[in-house]
């Protein structure tokens, strides 16, 4: 499990471009940071765009604000702490 000490280091921690394989899916990491509106405030979260596109929930925007750009549901954030 990935363990961060600051939201900032998110972005260190699993560079844009990153592949990734969460619960025995691939994905690439499209955005590494904060979201707003979402609990707790600082809680590090990752914008991936997966290869199997049923996985996805939307587009890489999130309560409004586009975070990132990908093909329509092929995107899911992840809370960075649960899902690693």
Do not use: I
Not at 2 to 8: G, K, M, N, Q, V
């Amino acid at each position: 499990m990935a363990s961060l000490s600051e939201p900032s280091s998110t972005s260190a921690t699993f560079p844009l471009g990153s592949r990734l394989c969460v619960g025995g899916q691939r994905c690439t990491v499209l955005f590494a940071g904060l979201l707003s509106g979402t609990t707790p405030a600082d809680a590090p979260w990752l914008g991936v765009e997966w290869d199997d596109p049923t996985r996805g929930k939307h587009d890489g925007s999130h309560g409004g604000v586009r975070y990132f750009r990908c093909l329509c549901v092929h995107a899911l954030s992840l809370n960075v702490d649960e899902a690693f």
